[in-house]
């Protein structure tokens, strides 16, 4: 079975500061897609990065980047110069290819931005 | 273009009682992804509909079911409804459901069983 596990509940970091939140997955296919969204307390879940799993070079939006280890099949997700918006509940989320409508998400990490 | 849309925002039913929640795609998508989301459990995917035909479905009881019309919009219905199934009910909707398409999601519906 496919899982998505983060082993970080929650987290803080200073307002401007950088912090990383991580992400494994389990998975025996080759063809995937991995996310980042985001749930900020409105709950509406916005779509912060994506990588495809064939692809080497690591995906970067603005202040937002990953570190995608496929052999450690690792996908965890780096906020430079954190801003009090960034502050939601972060979850990454798996796609295969043989099952592309379904999204397997990970427990998720509450992630605090403080002033 | 206006994003996806959940109708209600808030329900509160009681035990026993059928619930229908509705979700609007955004303008030209053609998949619609139904997912529960509850403190204990997590995300979880119920189901996805693509050209009002189910294509995948999750590890959910026959109590849940869903359908989509020929405008992509896409109806969930929960049957006699247990204190279990209060949870956010979030919608996502995507192009074509490929494996590369982003899904974009609702505001969701959250559900309360008396």
């Known amino acids: 079975a496919q899982t998505v596990t983060q082993s970080q509940p929650e987290m803080s970091v200073q307002e401007a500061e950088t912090v990383t939140l991580s992400c494994t997955y389990d998975?025996?296919?080759?063809?995937?897609?991995l996310f980042w969204y985001k749930q900020p307390p409105s709950r509406q879940m916005i779509l912060v990065i994506r990588?495809?799993?064939?692809?080497?070079q690591n995906a970067t939006e603005n202040r937002f980047s990953v570190n995608f280890q496929k052999a450690a099949k690792s996908f965890s997700l780096k906020i430079s110069d954190s801003q009090l918006g960034d502050t939601a509940m972060y979850f990454c989320?798996?796609?295969?290819?043989?099952?592309?409508?379904?999204?397997?998400f990970g427990q998720g990490t509450t992630l605090q931005v403080k002033p | 273009k206006a994003g996806v849309t959940q109708t209600p925002r808030y329900l509160i039913k009681t035990r026993g009682q059928q619930v229908t929640l509705s979700c609007s795609p955004i303008?030209?998508?053609?998949?619609v992804s139904w997912y529960q989301q509850t403190p204990g459990q997590g995300l979880q995917f119920l189901f996805e509909?693509?050209?009002?035909?189910?294509?995948n479905k999750g590890n959910f009881p026959g109590r849940f079911s869903g359908r989509q019309f020929s405008n992509s919009r896409s109806e969930m219905n929960v049957s006699t409804l247990e204190l279990g199934d209060s949870a956010l009910y979030l919608c996502?909707?995507?192009?074509?459901?490929?494996?590369?398409?982003?899904?974009?999601f609702g505001p969701g519906t959250r559900l309360t069983v008396l």
């Open positions: 303008s030209g998508h053609r998949s």
């Open positions: 996502a909707s995507s192009l074509a459901g490929l494996i590369g398409d982003t899904q974009y």
């Open positions: 998975t025996s296919e080759n063809n995937y897609y």
């Open positions: 990588q495809e799993a064939y692809k080497q």
């Open positions: 989320a798996f796609v295969r290819v043989s099952n592309t409508g379904k999204l397997i």
């Open positions: 509909y693509f050209s009002e035909t189910q294509r």
